[in-house]
């Protein structure tokens, strides 16, 4: 496995707040949120972007999106509506190489801002 701070976080050697976890995914809160609720949805298999995901790779994605699903029923947000990003590589936000998906939540959009 590489050795992303993401990597540390799933190996336990850094402490975050985490979530959410399964035994393909894990999901912590970011560290510098841009919404309310801001978490971060990890597959546990190394995967540096979205262009190194293969087919046999597709589940693994799928299960990013049902955990992100599923945390935000669990949290009451859900019918209220969410958004979900993956950036991918410099010029698409991408700064750790590893996939994971954003969730955002707790305001309408575009009226993120300050954290509660």
Excluded: W
């Excluded at 050795?3 to 975050?16: M, N, S, V, Y």
């Excluded at 410099?90 to 994971?100: K, N």
């Amino acid at each position: 496995m590489s050795d992303t701070i993401f990597h540390k976080i799933i190996r336990r050697e850094i402490p975050a707040t985490i979530v959410y976890e399964d035994e393909q995914v894990i999901g912590f809160k970011d560290i510098a949120p841009q919404a309310p609720v801001h978490v971060l949805f990890v597959p546990k298999v190394d995967i540096a972007t979205l262009n190194d995901v293969q087919p046999s790779q597709a589940e693994t994605i799928g299960r990013l999106h049902i955990a992100a699903a599923d945390y935000a029923k669990r949290q009451g947000f859900a019918e209220d509506g969410y958004r979900v990003v993956m950036n991918c590589n410099g010029d698409g936000g991408q700064t750790v190489f590893q996939v994971h998906l954003h969730l955002l939540a707790g305001a309408p959009l575009g009226r993120f801002g300050t954290p509660k």
